[in-house]
Every structure is written in structure tokens, then in C-alpha cells.
Nanobody, 114 residues
Framework: QVQLVESGGGLVQPGGSLRLSCAAS????????MGWYRQAPGKQRELVATITSGGSINYADSVKGRFTISRDNAKTTVYLQMNTLKPEDTAVYYC????????WGQGTQVTVSS
């Protein structure tokens, strides 16, 4: 079983930036998709960005041009660089890994407020 640990969340003013990290307990090998999802109070969990083992990247329209997903060379960590943050970005952000099963991190809180 792979464990995922998120970090980097916090409080930031509108227009600011945060970088989230998701560290996996092992190198990910084979066909997989990793990504970030978020859930705001009273809302469904939604996709933010994904990256596949082949390098294909997908973003939600709401974050396109502002957020960037990437991973390290060892494929043990995935990042989400979040720029020009808006109050509507406030949510708990979850790291996800899809192989045979869905693996989830515990989430990290991102709050965008003045």
C-alpha cells in the first residue's frame, strides 16, 4: 500500500501563491495517474489537476493558467504550484494516486482570505 502525505497548505491573501507537495512512500512505477482534488464546505470533491505516468496533464478550467502540477524525477513527489489564488480556491486539497485502487492523502487546508 502506498501512503501519500500532503504539505504546504496554509492561509494566503487573494493574489498570493502556495506550493503543495505530496510525498509518496515509494517510487511509483507502471501505469498510473496522480493528481490533486479539492473539497470546499458544502461542495463535492472536484478535480483540480492530474498527471499520468506518460506525462499527460489535465487541469480544471477554474485553475487553468494559474495552477501547475509537476512531479520530481524519482516520481515520489507531486507538486501543485498555485498562483493568483482566489477566495473560491479555499478548500481542503487532497493528493490522489490511481493504480489498481484509489489512494488518498489526508488533505491539507488552503484558505484564501484577506
Amino acid at each position: 500500500q502506498v501512503q501519500l502525505v500532503e504539505s504546504g497548505g496554509g492561509l494566503v491573501q487573494p493574489g498570493g501563491s502556495l506550493r503543495l507537495s505530496c510525498a509518496a512512500s515509494a517510487t511509483i512505477i507502471g501505469i498510473y495517474t496522480m493528481g490533486w482534488y479539492r473539497q470546499a464546505p458544502g461542495k463535492q470533491r472536484e478535480l483540480v489537476a492530474t498527471i499520468t505516468s506518460g506525462g499527460s496533464i489535465n487541469y480544471a478550467d477554474s485553475v487553468k493558467g494559474r495552477f501547475t502540477i509537476s512531479r520530481d524525477n524519482a516520481k515520489t513527489t507531486v507538486y501543485l504550484q498555485m498562483n493568483t489564488l482566489k477566495p473560491e480556491d479555499t478548500a481542503v486539497y487532497y493528493c490522489n494516486l490511481k493504480i489498481t485502487y484509489d489512494y488518498w492523502g489526508q488533505g491539507t487546508q488552503v484558505t484564501v482570505s484577506s
